[in-house]
């Protein structure tokens, strides 16, 4: 298999690079870390590695050091269409550079191959309330396909340790194969009266997401190209990859680590982000009506959701110090391809005017938008307009991302994660020992 060819390739040359990194330079300080720190949620403690993606705080993500303009040009495209295909991006994560077409496509088949989805998935998906949380459900069908994993049989079979990165690729491509089906499933389920669509086979990964959802519009496969490349990965410090590393890291295997990376993403700090921007611009187009394309009205709007004490979904971000470029991605099909639709018009102004705000008020470190804060209007274009529903999209995307890196961190035997802990009376001591 194309994957495991490649990786086996790169193994040794990179197990020894990192053995004599450690080896001979343990010791070097990466940096330090401060009181503020401890307490604030870790912030910028350089504490993980991961080649897979950087984001720079300025010029943001990376994906294997190209920028998200670069991925969206050199990664091959289904024919006819302007978005990559999503096989030719999980390549370019997990071998590190761009496929070639028939490389993507291998990929892609890889997941046609592996793309059933056994009946027990439905089934639980079905008894859980009617009233349940889309991401409920997808974090439950993801855990328990767990009984498929491979690695978990083979570690109890005895498997050696530099092996355990096979198991855990081909039950990182199994469970990807299956994501969109499940995800669709849910959403028909759920909002369609359960008119289940089944699988395209002719149809690449993402576009049959596209067609499972119903949508008729072809437009929406690209958009649904470029929504999971651009949501895939941001290093391995956010809450679902952070999450999904911790717990990879005691030996769990994919489907027990994604589905708690999941938990992480449907937080409304993170992922449950782009469903609360979509509300607060149907909310200020609601309140107030033609107004809403009024700046100075747009920004009084803003000011009345801060002096609530809340905040602006979509604006801000832990690393980043400028517009996201997955942002500006997203802004740029909209653009070009439904200029006039009422709620992509309005997130486009909601750009022009938040930032000031933010920056007036002088809080959040970064005034600019996120992925989040156009996402959900390109949804809504399309009428899928079930918000509860975004969050499971930027799961299916995610997963991609945290997969890889997961390959990668058992391939160098990465260990079993754990920081240290302190009281707050050994800091204040540290604190007063420091003056
Ligand atoms: N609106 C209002 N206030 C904001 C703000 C925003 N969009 N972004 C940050 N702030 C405030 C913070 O609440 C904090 O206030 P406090 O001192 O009273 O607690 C202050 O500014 C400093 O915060 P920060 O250091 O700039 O941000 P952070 O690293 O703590 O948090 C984030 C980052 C994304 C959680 C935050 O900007 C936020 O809540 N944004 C809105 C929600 C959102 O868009 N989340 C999606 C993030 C991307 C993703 O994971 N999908």
Same mark, same amino acid.
Do not use: C
């Given at each position: 298999?194309?994957?495991?060819?490649?990786?086996?390739?790169?193994?040794?040359?990179?197990?020894?690079?990192?053995? =004599?990194?450690?080896?001979?330079?343990?010791?070097?300080?990466?940096?330090?870390?401060?009181?503020a720190q401890v307490y604030g949620g870790m912030r910028d403690v350089k504490g993980l590695v991961t080649d897979i993606s950087y984001v720079d705080p300025v010029e943001g993500i990376r994906?294997?050091?190209?920028?998200?303009?670069?991925? #969206?040009? +050199?990664?091959? +495209?289904? =024919?006819?269409?302007?978005?990559?295909?999503?096989?030719? #991006?999980?390549?370019?994560?997990?071998?590190?550079?761009? %496929?070639?077409?028939e490389q993507a496509m291998e990929v892609e088949s890889e997941w046609k191959k592996r793309g059933y989805v056994p009946q027990y998935v439905f089934e !639980? /998906?079905?008894s859980l309330p009617s009233d349940t949380h889309p991401m409920t459900l997808f974090t439950v069908a993801v855990l328990i396909l767990q009984r498929e994993s491979l690695f978990s049989k083979q570690y109890h079979d005895g498997l050696k340790k530099d092996s355990y990165w096979e198991p855990?690729?081909?039950?990182?491509?199994?469970?990807?194969?299956?994501? %969109?089906?499940? !995800?669709?499933?849910?959403?028909?389920?759920?909002? +369609?009266?359960?008119?289940? /669509?089944?699988?395209? %086979?002719?149809?690449?990964?993402?576009?049959?997401?596209?067609?499972?959802?119903?949508?008729?519009?072809?437009?929406?496969?690209?958009?649904?190209?470029?929504?999971?490349?651009?949501?895939?990965d941001h290093e391995t410090?956010?809450?679902?990859?952070?999450?999904?590393?911790?717990?990879?890291?005691?030996?769990?295997?994919?489907?027990?680590?994604?589905?708690?990376?999941?938990?992480?993403l449907a937080g409304p700090l993170h992922g449950l982000a782009n469903q609360e921007c979509l509300s607060w611009l149907l909310e200020v187009r609601d309140k107030c009506g033609e107004c809403s394309y009024d700046k100075a009205a747009l920004s009084q709007f803003a000011w009345d959701t801060?002096?609530?004490?809340?905040v602006i979904p979509g604006y801000g971000h832990a690393v980043l110090r400028k517009t996201d470029p997955r942002f500006t991605a997203q802004l740029e099909f909209g653009k070009k391809y439904f200029p006039e639709d009422e709620i992509f018009k309005l997130a486009a102004l909601v750009y022009?005017?938040?930032?000031?705000?933010?920056?007036?008020?002088?809080?959040?470190?970064?005034?600019?938008?996120?992925?989040?804060?156009?996402?959900?209007?390109?949804?809504?274009?399309?009428?899928?307009?079930?918000?509860?529903?975004?969050?499971?999209?930027?799961?299916?995307?995610?997963?991609?991302?945290?997969?890889?890196?997961?390959?990668? $961190?058992?391939?160098?035997?990465?260990?079993?994660e754990r920081p240290?802990?302190?009281?707050?009376?050994?800091?204040?001591?540290? $604190?007063?020992k420091a003056v």
């Open positions: 298999m194309i994957l495991k060819d490649k990786i086996q390739e790169q193994l040794p040359s990179w197990r020894e690079r990192v053995r =004599k990194l450690v080896k001979e330079k343990g010791d070097v300080k990466v940096g330090e870390v401060t009181i994906f294997r050091g190209y920028t998200i303009p670069e991925v #969206l040009e +050199k990664l091959p +495209k289904p =024919k006819g269409a302007e978005m990559p295909y999503a096989g030719g #991006l999980y390549y370019l994560f997990l071998v590190g550079s761009i %496929p070639t077409i !639980a /998906i079905r855990m690729l081909e039950d990182s491509l199994n469970l990807i194969a299956k994501l %969109p089906e499940i !995800a669709a499933y849910i959403y028909r389920l759920k909002y +369609k009266n359960g008119d289940i /669509i089944s699988p395209d %086979p002719n149809l690449d990964w993402a576009g049959n997401f596209a067609h499972m959802m119903g949508v008729k519009d072809p437009l929406y496969e690209d958009l649904s190209r470029l929504y999971f490349l651009l949501h895939s410090g956010n809450v679902s990859a952070h999450t999904t590393h911790l717990v990879a890291s005691s030996l769990s295997d994919i489907y027990y680590a994604a589905s708690a990376g999941l938990s992480g801060l002096n609530n004490g809340q022009d005017v938040v930032p000031d705000v933010l920056r007036e008020q002088g809080k959040a470190k970064d005034p600019w938008p996120n992925v989040d804060a156009i996402s959900g209007s390109l949804q809504y274009h399309f009428g899928i307009r079930e918000f509860d529903f975004y969050t499971v999209m930027f799961g299916i995307s995610r997963i991609l991302g945290v997969s890889a890196n997961a390959v990668w $961190a058992r391939a160098l035997n990465q260990p079993i240290k802990s302190l009281t707050t009376t050994m800091l204040e001591d540290i $604190a007063a």
